[in-house]
């Protein structure tokens, strides 16, 4: 995929030798089981499963999409205590 997108695809039949951890990872499904895509993350000694059931490439695009934008507002927070007021609106 693109140099910028933290996604990739393994189809069918393709075998990968390493996936760097961190990366999400689309995994075709077999037409006879139903096709679409599993979507799960890759960490150094696991897999974790991003959605528990198979996606769409489209509707799993959207889900990164998602973690993404939730990614950078969490990075905005800032909850130390010099900052803390309470506020009567």
Request: hydrophobic share 35%.
């Amino acid at each position: 995929m693109g140099k910028d997108s933290n996604f990739d695809i393994v189809y069918r039949e393709e075998v990968r030798d390493w996936i760097p951890p961190g990366r999400y990872i689309f995994f075709q499904r077999r037409e006879e089981y139903g096709g679409g895509y599993w979507l799960g993350q890759v960490y150094a000694d696991w897999f974790s499963f991003v959605v528990e059931e198979p996606v769409s490439l489209h509707r799993g695009m959207q889900y990164l999409i998602s973690i993404k934008s939730n990614e950078e507002g969490i990075m905005k927070f800032d909850d130390s205590l010099d900052n803390f007021m309470l506020t009567s609106e």
